[in-house]
């Protein structure tokens, strides 16, 4: 029997996209809380890297100003990276109600891939007062536009690196049920390996060529390598073929992992 | 044709096969062996289109397993399941746009958000016509009294509340089929009766086919008018509620309030169930003696102040038929 496929239709994904910024939008006190947090610690991050250049002269030839704008970027990114916005994937597999996902006419990962995005862009808005923060409060340098312009591109990518990865992790709930220990080890790898904390250049030369070589990097360091100009406009084409490498590789394992997980479900009844 | 049918269906689960005690457990670990259970043997069955059938059975019988088949989120093991013309598992997305599910044990509604937006979600994933949408949902509000609490997110809302959503979350998209499993679990008598008429209705007035299953007969003989029994993941029983009825409630209760008080009651024929004071229960099986002769004996031996027959209803039947088996009931069942 043959059966007319249906055309695909963009609009419940829109939709799910759409209900979740109205639910980020309804827990108004994370929304303070996390402003708030990101102003501590933008200001102890100041504090340390004053005290550290107090005794030292400028590590790997970055002047102050230019450690102090990365921490700061680093961190406005983080408003955005460090959101788990696949977490609704563990939810709905520890309370099982992934099956009412399964029993709608849609394709499920698309629908978390939607309900993540719709979170993410909420927290996104963020970065704006983040921004206005960060000028008021610590002096940050502002690059020129071309500049700026490959720090967003490289941003957008590291963003997918990060996606998948999150993906990847919610994935293994299909298994254990329960991630929150492999989560944790995972925000500290990417926190430290990734540069958000201190900049990968400042890393000792047999850990600097590891970690660079491994797909935290692709998430926090190449934007921010980009921003304060570490990375020059040659290499551009460089990096961001290696952030989109693991893209493609991420992508690709977080495919098999759901394939063979929702594999489970269907044959094992979950 | 059918609506759904089902031929020589099976689901055999694997699980790691596990001794008792911690050993045990870090023995399976690395464990190879397997068990096999077969949930659902060789069921077979066909619905028409409109008809609505009781799926009843024990707990762990196989009804959710069978539920889950048919909705498309497991493989048969072997054997035909065909859900208006579609193979669930193989088609799952376009078998999911005729069917609704409602899961007593579990909402489909979006917990964070209210109620009007977990309906306008449904309405775009389903692509639900908005005129028809807004029929509908006039409709339901109307028979299901959602509009008070509309605007409150689901999380909110009482069981009893957050069931009404689910059932009009359901039928939103005019559904072919329902599947409604345990959908009053847990509900006061005020919302079962509530939400069994909104099902009969709209239902009846759509066509819509409904299999429901439920641990409530009462649900059963309510809305359905065939049940289908299923006991140790094989079909026991399939045919008219009424048969049932006639085949295997074939057993009285007479109900005595005596006058005086005696230290012992016996009647030929009947067998004394139970005694709480002067009130006697005296059962008997209809074929053997009519409830006349009972009560002449009854009235011959003893002086009393009250009397009653009491009809087996569905949900005694389905206990005696669990506890006692299936076979050849009359036989079986002779006192």
């Known amino acids: 029997m043959i059966v007319a496929r249906k055309r695909f239709r963009l609009e419940p994904y829109v939709e799910f996209a759409k209900r979740a910024i109205a639910r980020e939008a309804t827990y108004r006190f994370d929304v303070f809380t996390g402003l708030g947090s990101f102003v501590v610690r933008i200001y102890l991050l100041r504090m340390v890297w004053f005290a550290l250049y107090a005794h030292n002269a400028a590590p790997a030839g970055l002047p102050l100003h230019t450690i102090i704008t990365y921490s700061a970027v680093a961190l406005l990114m983080g408003l955005v990276l460090d959101i788990d916005q696949t977490r609704a994937l563990h939810d709905r597999l520890h309370d099982g109600s992934i099956a009412t996902d399964f029993m709608k006419p849609i394709s499920v990962p698309l629908y978390f891939f939607a309900d993540g995005t719709g979170e993410v862009l909420f927290h996104a808005a963020l970065v704006i007062p983040g921004l206005i923060l960060a000028l008021l409060f610590v002096h940050i340098d502002v690059p020129s536009f071309p500049v700026f312009a490959a720090f967003a591109l490289s941003f957008v990518l590291g963003y997918f690196v990060g996606f998948f990865l999150n993906f990847m992790l919610n994935c293994t709930a299909f298994w254990t049920l329960e991630i929150s220990a492999v989560q944790l080890i995972v925000t500290w790898l990417t926190d430290l390996l990734g540069g958000q904390i201190v900049p990968l250049i400042l890393f000792p030369a047999f850990l600097g060529k590891v970690v660079y070589a491994l797909p935290f990097a692709a998430m926090f360091s190449t934007p921010l390598l980009i921003y304060i100009g570490t990375i020059p406009p040659s290499r551009y084409l460089e990096v961001m073929t290696l952030q989109l490498f693991w893209i493609v590789v991420l992508g690709a394992i977080s495919t098999v992992m759901w394939r063979a997980g929702a594999r489970r479900v269907v044959v094992q009844g979950g | 044709m059918a609506i759904i049918e089902t031929v020589d269906l099976c689901k055999t689960f694997r699980s790691i096969k596990r001794e008792p005690g911690i050993r045990g457990a870090f023995a399976a670990l690395f464990s190879r062996d397997y068990e096999e259970k077969a949930a659902v043997h060789h069921v077979s069955f066909s619905l028409e289109p409109g008809e609505v059938v009781g799926y009843i059975g024990p707990n762990g019988a196989g009804k959710s397993t069978t539920i889950k088949m048919l909705t498309g989120i497991l493989v048969p093991t072997s054997g035909q399941i065909r859900v208006a013309g579609l193979v669930p598992h193989e088609q799952r997305q376009a078998n999911a746009e005729n069917i609704g599910v409602v899961f007593g044990q579990r909402s489909q509604l979006y917990w964070d958000l209210p109620l009007r937006d977990s309906f306008e979600l449904l309405r775009s994933i389903y692509d639900v016509p908005r005129n028809r949408y807004a029929e509908n949902l006039a409709e339901f509000s109307e028979l299901l009294d959602l509009e008070r609490f509309m605007g ?121 169930e139970s005694r709480e004071g002067t009130i006697a229960r005296l059962r008997f099986d209809r074929r053997i003696i009519s409830a006349e002769a009972v009560v002449r004996r009854v009235m011959a031996q003893y002086a009393i102040s009250d009397i009653a027959i009491v009809e087996p209803d569905i949900e005694s039947i389905v206990r005696r038929l669990y506890v006692e088996g299936y076979a050849v009931p009359a036989q079986a069942m002779r006192p």
Do not use: N
Request: glycine share 6%.
């Open chain 2, 152 to 272: 409150t997110p689901v999380r909110q809302l009482s069981l009893g509340e957050r069931m009404r959503g689910d059932f009009a979350a359901a039928m939103i998209h005019d559904p072919k089929i329902v599947f409604l499993d345990e959908p009053t679990i847990g509900l006061d008598v005020l919302a079962k009766e509530a939400i069994r008429s909104f099902v009969a209705r709209v239902t009846a007035e759509r066509g819509t086919t409904v299999v429901l299953t439920t641990h409530d007969l009462a649900d059963v003989e309510r809305l359905a008018r065939r049940i289908i029994l299923i006991d140790e993941g094989t079909v026991v029983y399939d045919g008219a509620l009424e048969r049932l009825r006639e085949e295997y409630g074939t057993h009285r209760t007479l109900v005595v309030t005596l006058a005086e008080d005696y230290p012992e009651i016996s009647i030929e024929g009947a067998t004394l």
